[in-house]
């Protein structure tokens, strides 16, 4: 920290969800490395699985520990997205807000606290936050594009969208050559795990009231969106880069399972295993998993399935999602996991050659900075089918532009690009009822993988590896978020 420079407390305030909890985490060490004091605040059992932090951070993250209510209807010991189906999402949303007490109490012991970065939920913040003159910063860890589609405060609150079939089809507001939007079947999905209060009146609330808004993303992927967004806004939109995760140490507890895994892997050749995994939220019905399994199978290809078998799936209680008899028919050229797996070590490896993905911007983000195309498998849930949109494009074929004798290339051509955008291949669904057949999931794995069509996806996933795992350049946007923070003009208000 500059010497003149005054030490910020800030307190970190994610969703409950793994996929909310880690890029919150990445942001409060880079703060706390540059001198700022930061209080990460979540549940016990959320905290209790974050990795340990470096030792020179210990001394500038402090873990504040808010026992998460109880409210009816929520499973005793669940206390995030990961822990549950999407049907009962809605009860964690409950237990969350109820969080409200404890903080405000937090915040009455912490007066030294200036700023709050939050997530897309706690729609009740804003008061709580402007009596003790606090302000505010909304984190997306969504991608820019998603938080443009969903466009501003007044049409998030009170706009013309009401019905799920409003939000299949792009908005005016988004003026470059875009095909966002949902399907039918994904925006009736996400209502399942949304209640009393809908997730448009929290980002809506939250957007009107924040100081700054700041994304997971960054101007080299995301240009139009981000001008679309400082437009619609008129406040200070402010990327973070694509915050791109580390490779675990090997002392890392994940490295348990993972020697079995490296050894399978080192038989294949290079680039001819694809990676399944649908994330840690992302339920499907055993019609669907088993349709997926055979088509997998149908691929002749070999792969690696994470496997995440629930204890409920659309309220039945399930002893093994997959079909009878496919571990065995497939065993010679498959491996199926149980549970969690080290999905980047697994991306990193040099057999793996593409990613058949739920299409969370979390994975996404991993698979492109090992420069691996994608087969995109929307979940019904969040933005994941407008991050699906975004992968497949409407075009086929763009390459970056490079140097032909060393194969340099600029930013500007990565921009260029990202406008056609053909990173993946989305398997087709039905728009209704997000019905697919395991002939379309085999012709999709096999176009991404191996066939010819496919060449220039794969050339362009490997194009963008350097922008997506680049830590310099999502430094480069941190830095200047951190300055964002610590040259923002004080609050009137006073405590």
Known sequence: MDGSQKQLHIVMFPWLAYGHIMPFLQVSKFLAQKGHKIYYISTPKNISRLPKLPPDLCSNISFIQLPLPHVYGLPPGAESTSDLPIHQVPYLKKAYDKLETQLTEFLKKSSQV????????????????????????????????????????????????????????????????????????????????????????????????????????????????????????????????????????????????????????????????????LGSEVSLSQEFMHELAFGIEKSGLPFIWAVRNRPFVEGQLVQDILPSGFEERVSGRGLVLRGWAPQLRVLAHSSVGGFLTHCGWSSVIEALGFGLPLILFPGASSDLGLVARLMHGKKFGLEIERNDLDGSFTSDSVAKLMHGKKFGLEIERNDLDGSFTSDSVAKSIKRVMVDPEGEPLRANAYAVKEIFSSVELSNKYLNEFTRSIEEFPPSDTEV
């Open 114 to 277: 200036k700023w709050i970065i939050h997530d897309f939920a706690p729609y009740w913040l804003p008061p709580v936050a402007t009596q003790r003159g606090i302000n505010l910063v909304f984190i997306s860890i969504l991608s820019a594009s998603s938080i443009a589609f969903f466009g501003p405060p007044s049409e998030l609150l009170s706009g013309r969208r009401q019905r799920p079939e409003d939000f299949t089809m792009a908005p005016v507001w988004l003026d470059y050559p875009n095909n966002l939007a949902f399907k039918l079947h994904e925006m009736v999905g996400h209502q399942e795990c949304m209640d009393s209060v809908s997730d448009f009146e929290r980002v809506g609330t939250l957007l009107l009231s924040c100081k700054i808004v700041a994304l997971r993303s960054c101007y080299e992927v995301e240009a139009d969106a981000l001008r679309v967004l400082s437009k619609i806004h008129q406040k200070p939109i402010i990327p973070l880069g694509l915050l791109p995760p580390s490779l675990p140490s090997n002392e890392d507890k994940e490295n348990e399972n993972w020697e079995a895994m490296k050894t399978w892997l080192d038989t294949r050749r290079d680039k001819s295993v694809f990676y399944v995994a």
